[in-house]
């Protein structure tokens, strides 16, 4: 994955990732439901992002399972400092492009106030 260039999915991921509270990722499931993205879309970019220290992928153990032995672990996702950096740039060269309005208008679709200095 060329990280210098991200995807409309993946900053969408990525915002989504890094409005968790410090060092809590998200299951796909969550994800999936956060960002509106389909399974098939998810998923892949997921492992892509990986692959390039966008994300990192954790599974949940016993210990901070919400109901013990319920089903199967979950896999949880959270943003890298690598990843932070390059959604970063991403917003920095898309916002002057854009202009403040649309800019506000799509920060909104995603429920946040994000702005990158």
């Not at 399972?65 to 740039?89: D, F, S």
Request: aromatic fraction near 6%.
């Amino acid at each position: 994955m060329d990280t210098s260039k991200l995807t409309s999915e993946m900053v969408q991921v990525l915002k989504t990732l890094i409005e968790q509270p410090l060092g809590k990722g998200l299951a796909g499931v969550e994800l999936m439901q956060s960002t509106r993205l389909s399974s098939g879309t998810l998923y892949p970019l997921l492992a892509r992002s990986e692959n390039a220290g966008l994300v990192e992928a954790y599974w949940e153990d016993e210990v901070t399972r919400a109901e013990p032995k319920v089903g199967r672990p979950r896999k949880y996702y959270r943003i890298t400092g690598l990843g932070a950096r390059q959604l970063h740039g991403t917003l920095q060269q898309l916002m002057p492009k854009i202009g403040k309005r649309k800019w506000a208008a799509i920060l909104g679709s995603f429920g946040t106030t994000y702005q990158p200095s």
